[in-house]
């Protein structure tokens, strides 16, 4: 089954950092760009970082450049998200989304709470 | 602010029919980027609903379809059912600042 399956969310504290991992299965996983895309509670959706399928082209939203950092290991067909300095903003679903010229295939997501 | 603006909410009786725009400018959708259209039922992840403007993946029914013109596009839903009641998000990609998937920010979708 083609999928994608999102974890390591939790509650943080504000300055905490936290890594979310995103296991493909079912597909080729190095011929796709991949990326981030989260949600705040009630909120609309925000793309926030984007890799190529080589992992050498990054991208970030201006919301986290600095703060956090996507990568992958094509040969653990996993995505990343080392997520630092977390700010209470940041608290929303995260969720892994491959990318075409859409977003065709989207994880369940896993939250991430940042609060004291 | 979502970059692409949809109505937060639209409403219709099981059986009719329901369009949700979704307005742009010059930098996205009116540059010539597709427009994507996702469907977020209760609960759930989002799920993609058209493609390219106007293309429905497998599976998706064609009571969804969508249309798109200079700055702005729309989804429409025909023969409305109770299952259809979830978020529905367009989505394009923004030219001002490189690279830039933006979204809409969601029109919440009620059956009556």
């Known amino acids: 089954e083609v999928q994608v399956v999102e974890s390591g969310g939790g509650l943080v504290q504000p300055g905490g950092s936290l890594r979310l991992s995103c296991a493909a299965s079912g597909f080729t996983f190095s011929s796709y760009e991949m990326n981030w895309v989260r949600q705040a509670p009630g909120k609309g959706l925000e793309w926030i970082s984007y890799?190529?399928?080589?992992?050498?082209?990054?991208y970030y939203a201006d919301s986290v450049k600095g703060r956090f950092t996507i990568s992958r290991d094509n040969a653990k067909n996993s995505l990343y998200l080392q997520m630092n300095s977390l700010r209470a903003e940041d608290t929303a679903v995260y969720y892994c989304?491959?990318?075409?010229?859409?977003?065709?295939?989207w994880g369940r997501g896993t939250l991430v709470a940042v609060s004291s | 602010q979502s970059v692409l603006t949809q109505p937060p909410s639209v409403s219709g009786a099981p059986g009719q029919r329901v369009t949700i725009s979704c307005t742009g400018t010059s930098d996205n959708i009116g540059a010539g980027y597709d427009v994507h259209w996702y469907q977020q039922l209760p609960g759930t992840a989002p799920k993609l609903l058209i493609y390219?403007?106007?293309h429905r993946p497998s599976g998706v029914p064609d009571r969804f379809s969508a249309s798109k013109s200079g700055t702005s596009a729309s989804l429409a839903i025909t023969g409305l059912q109770v299952d259809d009641e979830a978020d529905y998000y367009c989505q394009s990609y923004d030219s001002r600042l490189r690279p830039n998937w933006v979204f809409g920010g969601g029109t919440k979708l009620t059956v009556l």
């Open positions: 989304a491959r990318l075409l010229n859409y977003f065709d295939l």
């Open positions: 390219g403007n106007i």
């Open positions: 890799t190529s399928g080589s992992g050498y082209t990054i």
